[in-house]
């Protein structure tokens, strides 16, 4: 029998298996004839419409408020109550021994509790994907749950602790533990979202995890303020805030099913699979989303779960796991964080007065969200590699203006803070056009089930270490090159987009067979221009040697 004859018996075969589970009703061709699956025509389909239901929505929320939310609140939270913070450890510095804490020693602490996160969170992201794999996606976001609710209480609880020693020490764990959290959440959550998602709904539901990380990002700014929660009398409370989505998400995950994915492919369980595909698709037939999983299946056994030092060194994932690599680098490096961490220092060096700059900050903020809430509709409009090269470009520009900015206000400039304002705000919409959501969407499309864990938990590693590194560069490079820092941060984003343009190709409305396909297929062209070369190489050495 031919390939395509075994191919197509193949699936024939699996549709009879599916359709005796009741996944697939028997239809009749309204012409007289039908094929026994439901296609008729000469075995053309009608187009299906994909349809959002309600448990899609529920988990989704759960998803997105539960996890990504968690992201976002944790990253902007600790900004604004930074001095009340700082004179709580001196007071308490104060109790225990009686003398003045001193200043080197007190920004070392306070350096601690801020750069010990995205430490927790290199712990979080490389093992979620290990657990995703033994445990389900479900179950490991459950289980993160319970790590948040334990960082929220310790930081909640710490102020009323006697000894400096315990209070430093809690907050320190709590920052630490709630990185981990974060760490996994940045994983799971959109690994668990693109496995539940149809694929033409896969990139704008994806780009909702950067929406809820933005939501709760303005939120943590806002309750932050010394006028809410970021005084001297709150600022535990709104440390241990960090539960409550903690709280949302282990009261409305257990309501919805696993991935598919897992079901079928880690768990063998072909019943569980097709319970959930039905939940999620709110129909009868889920046969081709069925058909993908299997056909993906039958792969893996080909390309089991990789070791992380295989995914660059293999010449199927190489190509891949570089492309999600730099799209890491190319969303931390970009300067983000920066802008997150360190805004209201950027405005006061602009000649804000010091008392505008966190509502600036908050504005700045509120800018980022809707334009975060604008990029879901796009998403799926205009793709992901158009979205990304658009959103490096807005963010190269506005680094520009905002280095010119900072140029010219030691010259006597008045108001050129305003200026610095604009740019801030266009940057955080280029991010959240691009560099923010599609880096984590576009690793979970690259990669079958095999690698996609390793791939994923990498990525989130690499991620966070870059963001340490950021962190922790920001401040001596701002005293090094002062008003030229972001200068650094475009050199970054130009090498971004021209990566991007050549390199990285659109999967919107592609399955995840069909991406391998396309790097298969290139990397096949490669091959076949390498041995053109080769032979044209050989036949040119073949006549100089006769000359």
Not at 519 to 538: H, M, N, P, Q
Request: glycine letters at 8%; proline letters at 5%.
């Amino acid at each position: 029998m031919s390939k395509s004859g075994q191919v197509g018996s193949r699936l024939v075969g699996h549709n009879d298996h599916i359709e005796s589970m009741g996944l697939i009703p028997l239809k009749k061709d309204v012409s007289g004839f039908s094929n026994g699956h439901g296609v008729a025509n000469g075995g053309l389909k009608p187009e299906k419409k994909e349809k959002i239901t309600g448990i899609l929505i529920l988990a989704v929320a759960a998803a997105v408020l539960g996890s990504s939310a968690q992201f976002g609140f944790n990253i902007g939270v600790i900004n604004n109550p930074e001095g009340v913070i700082k004179n709580y450890y001196s007071e308490a510095y104060f109790r225990t021994y009686n003398e003045t804490m001193a200043v080197s020693q007190l920004d070392f602490m306070w350096s601690l509790a801020v750069a010990i996160f995205p430490v927790g969170a290199f712990i979080g992201s490389y093992v979620s994907g290990k657990l995703a794999d033994k445990l389900g996606r479900k179950n490991t976001l459950l289980l993160n749950n319970v790590v948040a609710i334990i960082a929220g209480l310790l930081m909640a609880i710490s102020r009323y602790t006697p000894s400096y020693i315990a209070f430093a020490a809690m907050i320190t764990l709590g920052r630490l533990i709630i990185g981990v959290n974060c760490g996994a959440s940045s994983i799971m959550a959109p690994m668990y979202l693109n496995e539940i998602s149809p694929v033409k709904l896969r990139g704008a539901i994806g780009t909702l995890c950067q929406t809820g990380l933005c939501t709760a990002l303005v939120i943590s700014m806002a309750v932050s303020l010394p006028l809410v929660l970021g005084n001297a009398a709150g600022w535990n409370i709104l440390l241990g805030l960090t539960i409550i989505p903690a709280i949302f998400q282990l009261v409305t995950l257990p309501f919805c099913p696993d991935s598919p994915r897992f079901l079928l492919i880690n768990r063998k369980n072909e019943k569980a699979a097709a319970r959930a595909l039905r939940s999620f698709r709110g129909v009868d037939d889920v046969a081709d989303d069925f058909n993908e999983i299997r056909e993906e299946n039958e792969k893996l056994t080909s390309e089991p779960a990789v070791p992380l030092l295989q995914m660059f060194t293999k010449r199927s994932l190489r190509p891949r796991m570089i492309i999600a690599c730099a799209m890491q680098f190319a969303q931390q490096l970009s300067g983000i964080n920066v802008i997150n961490f360190f805004s209201t220092k950027i405005y006061i060096q602009a000649g804000m007065p010091e008392d505008m700059s966190p509502y600036a900050t908050l504005g700045t903020g509120c800018i980022q969200l809707i334009a975060s809430i604008i990029s879901v509709p796009l998403m799926e409009r205009l793709g992901r590699r158009p979205m990304m090269l658009m959103g490096l470009a807005f963010m190269f520009y506005s680094a520009g203006s905002l280095t010119i900015s900072l140029i010219l206000e030691p010259l006597g400039w008045h108001f050129i803070y305003y200026v610095s304002i604009l740019s801030c705000m266009v940057f955080v919409v280029g991010f959240s056009l691009g560099p923010g959501p599609i880096p984590w969407t576009i690793v979970g499309e690259l990669f079958s089930q095999g690698p996609k864990g390793t791939a994923m938990a990498f990525s989130g590693f690499l991620n966070w270490f870059l963001c340490f590194v950021i962190g922790f560069t920001f401040t001596p490079l701002l005293s090094a090159a002062k008003e030229y820092t972001f200068l650094v941060y475009m050199v970054c984003l130009a090498f971004a987009w021209v990566f991007v343009l050549f390199q990285v190709p659109e999967t919107k409305n592609k399955s995840i067979n069909e991406i391998v396909k396309y790097f298969e297929e290139k990397e096949e062209k490669i091959r076949d221009r390498k041995e053109r070369e080769s032979v044209k190489k050989l036949k040119t050495d073949e006549r100089e040697a006769f000359v």
